[in-house]
């Protein structure tokens, strides 16, 4: 059987480098952005007006509870991942209630004194818990907010909108944990699709993962679960047996209820690495732990070839 062969010039690539995210964009969060570490002034010549970077990933980190945005931004640059571009948001609410003096707020929300995502400690300090009205109101807000900014500095064709939504992945720590993933589940039921979510030492409360905050999944999530492809599979949540913040037996029940949310429609469960030795706290000094996140990130990601790019003439073949 004979066929005929045709050649196709190849499209232009998308340029190498994104444009940064400035706060302009989005003043009413705060956060930091850092251009992908990799450079390729080596490999091939580029007009000059090209950025140095290439930022065909983006990493978005969720501090933990009293951090900051621009703490939390040291530790993703020294992940180093392959063309990834980083973005620390800070969260939205402030670690005390504001107090007010002749009118005047004098703590609302500042960020020396660190952040949360959903009010945590009353005017009293004592701790609000994270299943109450008002702690699954605050983070519903937060939700809002991080999907609105996603969609107006992430989503957007000139970065990683439209197929590039894959390449944008979460990574949260402890209480930023715990709103990466739902986050995550929320931008499923929007049919966001993203590459994957690590949370480490965090885990959803029951009440949590979902639009009115019920701990029962939407109405509609049943049906189009299966279609989103956002999160289905690609949830690893890091876990130490010694971390004294979230024990063993509270970890499995929490564990139980995010599978829950995860499996409706044709979702599979997520994948949870327990470190041994390890605390309530980031990766320190045992590489098996980065080295699973690090597998985790890489199965899911796609590095551009900067030199093949650059070659001119090429062209796609295809036969009929």
């Not at 290439?54 to 945005?69: A, K, P, Q, R, S």
């Not at 009353?122 to 807000?141: E, K, M, R």
């Not at 944990?177 to 589940?185: E, I, Y």
């Not at 979702?267 to 690495?273: E, W």
């Amino acid at each position: 059987m004979n066929s005929d062969i045709h050649l196709h010039p190849l499209p232009a690539p998308p340029p190498l480098a994104k444009s940064p995210i400035v706060a302009a964009e989005f003043p009413r969060l705060r956060f930091s952005y850092s251009p992908s570490h990799d450079g390729w002034a080596s490999l091939v010549v580029f007009p000059s007006d090209i950025k140095p970077g290439i930022d065909t990933h983006l990493l978005v980190l969720l501090h933990g509870l009293g951090d900051t945005h621009s703490n939390f931004i040291t530790f993703g640059k020294r992940m180093q991942l392959p063309q990834t571009a980083v973005v620390s948001i800070g969260g939205p609410h402030s670690l005390l209630p504001p107090v007010v003096i002749a009118g005047f707020a004098v703590n609302d929300n500042d960020e020396e004194d660190g952040n949360a995502w959903f009010p945590s400690f009353d005017a009293l300090g004592q701790d609000i818990p994270p299943t109450s009205a008002v702690a699954l109101s605050g983070l519903a807000h937060t939700r809002n907010l991080l999907i609105e900014f996603l969609d107006t500095c992430v989503f957007v064709s000139e970065r990683w909108g439209g197929a590039n939504t894959k390449r944008v992945f979460l990574f949260g720590f402890s209480q930023g944990g715990c709103v990466a993933l739902d986050l995550a589940l929320a931008l499923r039921r929007r049919r966001r699709a993203i590459g994957g979510v690590v949370s480490m030492c965090g885990w959803l409360e029951v009440g949590m993962g979902t639009e009115d905050g019920s701990g029962a999944a939407d109405a509609d999530e049943v049906q189009v679960a299966g279609q989103a492809e956002c999160v289905d599979g690609d949830v690893l949540v890091v876990q130490g047996d010694r971390d004294a913040t979230v024990t063993a037996a509270a970890w499995r029940l929490k564990q139980r209820y995010l599978d829950e949310l995860l499996l409706k429609g044709s979702g599979t469960a997520a994948d949870v690495a327990v470190i041994a030795g390890k605390g309530h706290a980031l990766p320190g000094r045992d590489r098996g732990e980065m080295q699973r996140v690090m597998e985790f990130l890489a199965a899911r990601m796609a590095l551009r070839n900067p030199r093949l790019e650059a070659l001119t003439g090429l062209h796609a073949v295809a036969t009929g």
